[in-house]
């Protein structure tokens, strides 16, 4: 039987801060430092971009790289990759390196993220660098093109935070100054915070160094916009950017999934449109003249919108599209066997996951980070072995069909009829 390439130790230190050890024998070490503070917790007395702008701060000097920019230069000259990253409802720092340097490295992160030192010469230029942020995501956000941008808040709401809380406005981030950025940076002293660790590291001397940071128990407030839907009715809308027709097809699911209902979900949406086998790929492709079909998938903590985005050349199917889709779906989702099959094909096909420290690194992290717990492959399988069970796929999308909301429109050239 194959090893659980996805096995991991749990640590729980006395300071209350979690450790994920991911043993992996390979000349590679990495962490990750995820502290619960992001854009959500940007209210009552904590300045609009302030998480983001601390996560800034935090990475250009500290206690052991006092220099600006000192040990960003450490590690690209050790050959290595280190970030922060700030989003809703948390900020992460990560390193990757080489197993020779890594411990190193890892000190060097922890005294950036937990001993900064916050000068206001490089507040200074933090706000120019955060300022030429927002002025690029200004356009369309909280999408990249104007149709998505459309979608994401006249068809559904997917905007947690605003552009302002996020980045700032002007008049925030001209008041950042060193008292407030020092003030903010205490939340980073929560018990809440994970580390992940993996790869070929000296995990006694790793937890020796976290175990001694002094906790205290943080609950900074926080508020955030729930994914919703905005206009459940059918219409058209032309976008400069695009120069073809696509219809939108999609449920809001107004509840957090579990992992087996994102699996559920994913399990779904390839076995009806998978180029191989698809039902649904192979009517669209053959009868309606369609080359691919991209698939919605959106998670929230909340909330989820699933469904299909299908580009059609013309107008002449539409109506078609739209009348036989469902009926379509639910007589594909009835062929058990063929479900088994694609579910087998996952199987097999798994052999190709999971083959790097990267890759199984980020996979606990990003399943924690969604569900409480990281994903192994004994609980992937299992999943698996629930959902290729006769009817349940039939079940899980009529119940999906009950219990959410509806939506679909077209996104047209502008000029086409």
């Not at 905007?159 to 605003?162: A, D, I, K, V």
């Not at 994903?375 to 698996?384: C, M, Q, S, V, Y």
């Given at each position: 039987m194959?090893?659980?390439?996805?096995?991991?130790e749990?640590?729980?230190?006395?300071?209350?801060?979690?450790?994920?050890?991911?043993?992996?024998?390979v000349?590679?070490?990495?962490?990750?430092?995820?502290?619960?503070?992001?854009?959500?917790?940007?209210?009552?007395?904590?300045?609009l971009?302030?998480?983001?702008?601390l996560?800034?701060?935090?990475?250009?000097?500290?206690?052991?790289?006092?220099?600006?920019d000192?040990?960003k230069?450490?590690?690209?000259?050790?050959?290595?990759?280190s970030n922060?990253?700030?989003?809703?409802?948390?900020?992460?720092y990560?390193?990757e390196?080489?197993?020779?340097?890594?411990?190193h490295?890892?000190?060097g992160m922890?005294?950036?993220?937990y001993?900064?030192?916050?000068?206001?010469?490089?507040?200074?230029?933090?706000?120019?660098?955060?300022?030429?942020?927002?002025i690029r995501?200004?356009?369309?956000?909280p999408?990249?093109?104007?149709?998505?941008?459309?979608?994401?808040?006249?068809?559904i709401?997917d905007?947690?935070?605003?552009l302002?809380?996020?980045f700032?406005?002007?008049e925030?981030?001209?008041?950042?100054d060193v008292?407030?950025?020092?003030?903010?940076?205490?939340?980073?002293?929560?018990?809440?915070?994970?580390v992940?660790?993996?790869?070929?590291?000296?995990?006694?001397?790793?937890?020796?160094?976290?175990?001694?940071?002094s906790?205290?128990?943080?609950?900074?407030?926080?508020?955030?916009?729930?994914?919703?839907?905005?206009?459940?009715?059918?219409?058209e809308?032309?976008?400069?950017?695009?120069?073809?027709?696509?219809?939108?097809?999609?449920?809001?699911?107004?509840?957090?999934?579990?992992?087996?209902?994102?699996?559920?979900?994913?399990?779904?949406?390839?076995?009806?449109?998978?180029?191989?086998?698809?039902?649904?790929?192979?009517?669209?492709?053959?009868d309606?003249?369609?080359?691919?079909?991209?698939?919605?998938?959106?998670?929230?903590?909340?909330a989820?919108?699933?469904g299909?985005?299908?580009?059609?050349?013309?107008?002449?199917?539409?109506?078609?599209?739209?009348?036989?889709?469902d009926k379509?779906?639910?007589?594909?989702?009835?062929?058990?066997?063929?479900?088994?099959?694609?579910?087998?094909?996952?199987?097999?096909?798994?052999?190709?996951?999971?083959?790097?420290l990267?890759g199984?690194?980020?996979?606990?992290?990003?399943?924690?980070?969604?569900?409480?717990?990281p994903?192994?492959?004994?609980?992937?399988?299992?999943?698996?072995g629930?959902?290729?069970?006769?009817?349940?796929l039939?079940?899980?999308?009529?119940?999906?069909?009950?219990?959410?909301?509806?939506?679909?429109?077209l996104?047209?050239?502008?000029?086409?009829?």
């Open positions: 194959q090893k659980d390439r996805r096995a991991y749990k640590y729980e230190l006395k300071n209350g801060i979690t450790v994920f050890h991911l043993p992996m024998d000349q590679i070490g990495q962490a990750i430092i995820n502290i619960p503070l992001g854009t959500q917790n940007n209210i009552e007395g904590t300045p971009g302030g998480a983001h702008f996560e800034h701060c935090v990475l250009n000097r500290s206690e052991m790289f006092p220099e600006l000192s040990f230069e450490f590690v690209g000259k050790e050959g290595g990759y922060g990253t700030t989003s809703i409802d948390k900020t992460f990560e390193i390196m080489p197993a020779v340097s890594f411990m490295a890892f000190k922890l005294s950036q993220v001993n900064p030192i916050i000068l206001q010469e490089d507040i200074d230029g933090e706000k120019r660098i955060i300022k030429n942020e927002r995501r200004a356009p369309f956000f999408g990249t093109t104007e149709a998505s941008q459309y979608f994401y808040t006249k068809i709401l905007m947690p935070s605003s302002e809380k996020i700032g406005d002007d925030t981030l001209e008041k950042m008292e407030l950025i020092k003030n903010l940076h205490k939340n980073y002293f929560t018990n809440k915070t994970t992940f660790l993996g790869g070929t590291i000296p995990l006694d001397e790793c937890l020796k160094l976290l175990e001694i940071i906790t205290v128990d943080i609950d900074p407030p926080s508020d955030y916009n729930k994914l919703d839907l905005v206009n459940d009715k059918y219409h809308q032309e976008f400069k950017e695009i120069h073809r027709f696509e219809y939108s097809f999609f449920y809001l699911i107004k509840h957090k999934r579990t992992y087996e209902e994102l699996r559920a979900m994913q399990i779904l949406l390839g076995t009806l449109t998978n180029r191989y086998t698809g039902k649904i790929y192979k009517w669209l492709r053959n309606i003249g369609v080359y691919e079909i991209p698939t919605t998938n959106i998670f929230s903590r909340d989820s919108v699933v299909f985005d299908i580009p059609l050349s013309s107008t002449e199917k539409l109506e078609t599209v739209r009348g036989e889709l379509r779906i639910t007589e594909a989702l009835g062929d058990d066997a063929q479900i088994k099959d694609y579910v087998e094909s996952i199987r097999r096909g798994d052999v190709f996951s999971f083959q790097t990267d199984r690194f980020d996979s606990i992290f990003y399943m924690y980070n969604n569900y409480g717990f994903i192994t492959d004994k609980i992937a399988n299992e999943t698996l629930i959902i290729e069970q006769p009817g349940y039939l079940n899980f999308y009529n119940k999906l069909k009950n219990e959410s909301e509806f939506g679909e429109f996104s047209k050239p502008i000029g086409d009829k």
